[in-house]
């Protein structure tokens, strides 16, 4: 079946430790994104990128770091620079056009 | 900052047509308008999209004002499964951008 993977579905984390969040899609699309989460808040864009070995900042980028080395691949870093990192993280892949955005289960990350 | 303004909350008793109402009095000429749904703690699903035109697909029909200003998402027959957060949103592109500008979403509870 084709979609996007995230794991693990929930991380527990110290505070000042660096956390990376798997996010894989076997889509074929170019364009992948990760948004943040508030408890009853819509998505806030941190991170994206349109094509290989390229990515740009979203909104929220600062305390984050992603790299896209493989078009199937874009994880994000979060960290100890994050001052808030506790959070729900969710992935998204779209194609040709970026008409629809294809999301993952998310990630719920707890930091204490 | 969300380009849309929608309820916080809506009602509407299952086998009747929800009808979920989105201001976006700010769009600009070539913006389109989304709407995606996202059922708790699962990431968000994809509905519909427009521009100037409605729109209809097997989920859910999209009305948009002729001055663009609002729009409104039909769910034909509600059921107990479209309970959920549906978001309106605002897709700003630019040469240097493309993203989705997310607000808070109306939460849906379709009663039996």
């Known amino acids: 079946d084709g979609g996007i993977t995230q794991s693990p579905k929930y991380l527990f984390r110290k505070e000042g430790q660096n956390v990376t969040l798997s996010c894989e899609q076997n889509l074929n699309h170019d364009a992948m994104y990760w948004y943040r989460q508030d408890p009853g808040q819509g998505l806030r864009l941190i991170y994206y990128s349109q094509i290989v070995n390229d990515f740009q900042k979203g909104d929220i980028a600062e305390g984050y770091s992603v790299s896209r080395e493989k078009k199937e691949s874009f994880p994000l870093t979060v960290t100890s620079a994050q001052k808030n990192p506790t959070a729900f993280y969710l992935c998204?892949?779209?194609?040709?056009?970026?008409?629809?955005?294809?999301f993952g289960p998310g990630t719920r990350l707890t930091v204490t | 900052d969300a380009k849309t303004t929608q309820p916080t909350s809506m009602d509407c008793a299952e086998g009747r047509a929800a009808n979920l109402p989105c201001n976006h009095s700010?769009?600009?000429?070539?913006?389109?308008v989304y709407w995606y749904r996202q059922i708790h703690s699962q990431g968000p699903q994809y509905i519909i999209h427009?521009?100037?035109?409605?729109e209809t697909n097997e989920m859910a029909s999209l009305i948009i004002t002729e001055d663009r200003k609002s729009s409104t998402l039909i769910l034909p027959h509600a059921t107990l499964r479209d309970t959920a957060v549906y978001y309106c949103i605002v897709r700003v592109a630019t040469e240097s951008n493309d993203q989705l500008i997310w607000g808070a979403g109306t939460k849906l509870i379709i009663k039996p």
């Open positions: 427009g521009l100037k035109n409605n």
């Open positions: 700010t769009i600009s000429g070539n913006e389109y």
């Open positions: 998204a892949s779209s194609g040709q056009g970026n008409y629809e955005q294809y």
